[in-house]
C-alpha cells in the first residue's frame, strides 16, 4: 500500500504563484509514476501533471503547460506541483494520483492505484 498526503493548496489571486507538495509513504518501491488531477465543482476529474518516478520525465495537459511545473524529491518521496500565473479556471480541488503501472504513465484517472485526500486551491479574480 501506498498513503499519499498532499499539501500546500489555498486561497490566491489571479496571476500568483503556489506549490503544493504530495508526500508518499509505504511501498514507495511500487510507485511507476505520481499524476495530479484536479476537480472543479460540476466537472469530471481531469488531468492535469504528471512525472515519472524512476526517470523524472514530466507531462502535462495543454491547459497548464508553460504554467505548471511538476517535479519529484525522491530521497523524500515527495512529488511537487509549482502552480503559475494561476487563473480563475484554476479552482479546484487539486489530487495526487500514484500509479503501478510499469510503462505506462497514464492520464486516466481510472489507471491510478492511490489517491490522496484532495488539497483546494481556489483563484480569485
Known sequence: QVQL???GGGLVQAGDS???SCAASGRT???????WFRQAPGKERE?????SW???N???????KGRFTISRDNAKNTVYLQLGSLKPEDTAVYYCAAS????VVSEGALDYDYWGQGTQVTVSS
Open 47 to 51: 488531468f492535469v501533471s504528471a512525472i
Open 100 to 103: 503501478k503501472q510499469n510503462g
Open 54 to 56: 524512476g526517470t523524472g
Open 18 to 20: 503556489l506549490r503544493m
Open 29 to 35: 518501491d511500487s510507485i511507476y509514476a505520481v499524476s
Open 5 to 7: 498526503v498532499e499539501s
Open 58 to 64: 514530466t507531462y502535462y495537459a495543454d491547459s497548464v
